[in-house]
């Protein structure tokens, strides 16, 4: 596919970088203009070839490890399958770091509180206490693997936790990435911690403070739905505190 | 969060009771408001008086059971919505928030059963 992209006639990218802390600010820095280039090039050739000092992170730059994940003219985008044709039609570009997330320092944030709440919403597989004397079958078609199956995806990235305005008014809140996991792990019949992960998912810090808009939905690069996830929890919380569960 | 485990599963249970009060109270919302349009539409077109809607509505339990419903979903529907909205927009919470929602439910079934009783 041939990429489209205008350029100015020296073939040259003006992009806005952010510099510093939360205090920060952007920086102006010219780029080649290439063929393909993803936003994740565009930070990489400033880091490499103009000014070493700049920090972002990546790793894998084929969208599986969601280690890049930065703010891309105004959107949270994972950068290494962000294509500069793509979200720079008008030639403008800014990459800033990941909101409501701490800022490190240039386009890197602490990724602790995300990962912190992952933990906090039980986001693990609970084995039973009993040995288990042989494999558990799992239907693919049965509604409860279909239902693992649409949120497994995640790579952790964070788009969808700083797309999410609850995130930004509510800090306790777990989030859509975690109440996602811990709504794959609902739906692991093998799993034995689901009342426990109820209890810690419920509440006005977790899945009830949830407003369905799909912020989450409409940014995540792997397609998925963390609020048909979250609306899940809500129903299965509802059960569990008819029964007493909760 | 800085709460004790028995805390923090009560929050959970108020929230999960909250949520389905919400939805049943929107069902019934649902009904009563296209009920409520419905009979709006026949008085005006038909153009029945004041009078004669008081004629109608005075002393029928029909009437009362139906505003009775209606006013309780109100009641119980929207300060539950506007609980969220104070908590994240403007950061109450604990008793504060608490005695704001049932403050809220309270002064609209009280200006609601009024209403009612000017009517049935
Ligand atoms: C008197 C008019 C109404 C007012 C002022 C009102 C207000 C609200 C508010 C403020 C919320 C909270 C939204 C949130 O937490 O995200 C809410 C939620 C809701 N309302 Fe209403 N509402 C009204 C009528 C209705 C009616 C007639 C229905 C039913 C058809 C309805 C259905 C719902 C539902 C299902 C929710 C839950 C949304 C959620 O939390 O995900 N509401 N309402
Ligand atoms: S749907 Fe829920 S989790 Fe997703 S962005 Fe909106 S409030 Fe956040
Ligand atoms: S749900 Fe989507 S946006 Fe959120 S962390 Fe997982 S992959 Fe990223
Ligand atoms: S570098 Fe791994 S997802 Fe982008």
């Known amino acids: ?246 | 969060m800085g709460l004790a485990a028995g805390q923090t599963v009560n929050a959970a249970r108020v929230e999960a009771w909250l949520w389905i009060a919400q939805r049943l109270s929107a069902l019934l919302l649902a009904a009563c408001v296209a009920v409520h349009l419905a009979v709006i539409i026949y008085a005006t077109r038909q153009g029945v008086s004041a009078a004669a809607i008081l004629g109608r509505t005075r002393g029928s339990p029909v009437a009362l059971a139906f505003y009775g419903t209606f006013v309780a979903a109100i009641a119980m529907h929207v300060p539950i919505g506007l609980r969220a909205i104070l908590r994240e927009s403007i950061g109450w919470s604990g008793a504060r928030l608490e005695l704001a929602t049932i403050a809220l439910a309270v002064l609209l079934l009280a200006l609601g059963l009024r209403a009612i009783g000017g009517l049935v």
């Open chain 1, 1 to 246: 596919m041939q990429d489209t992209a205008p350029r100015d006639a020296s073939g040259v990218l003006a992009v806005e970088i952010w510099r510093g802390g939360t205090d920060g600010g952007f920086a102006r820095y010219e780029v080649p203009r290439r063929a393909n280039q993803t936003v994740l090039d565009v930070v990489t050739h400033v880091q490499r070839q103009i000014d070493p000092t700049l920090a972002y992170r990546f790793a894998c730059r084929v969208g599986m490890c969601g280690s890049c994940a930065m703010t891309v003219n105004g959107r949270p985008r994972w950068t290494c399958r962000t294509h500069v044709s793509k979200v720079a039609a008008d030639g403008r570009l800014a990459v800033a770091p990941l909101a409501n997330l701490p800022v490190v320092r240039d386009l890197v944030v602490d990724m602790a509180p995300f990962f912190d709440k992952w933990a906090r919403a039980e986001g693990r597989f609970i084995p039973p206490q009993e040995p288990q004397s042989d494999f558990a079958v799992v239907k693919p078609a049965s509604a409860k693997r279909r239902a693992a199956d649409a949120g497994i995806e995640c790579i952790g990235c964070a788009v969808c936790y700083a797309a999410c305005d609850i995130v930004g008014w509510l800090p306790d809140y777990l989030g859509p990435a975690a109440l996602n996991r811990a709504w794959t792990l609902v739906n692991d019949v093998r799993d034995a911690g689901r009342d426990r992960r109820l209890a810690a998912v419920a509440g006005d810090a977790g899945c009830h403070a949830c407003h369905s808009q799909q912020g989450c939905v409409s940014h995540c690069p792997k397609q998925l739905n963390p609020t048909e996830s979250i609306a899940g929890l809500k129903r299965a919380t509802a059960w569990a505190s008819l029964r007493g569960k909760l």
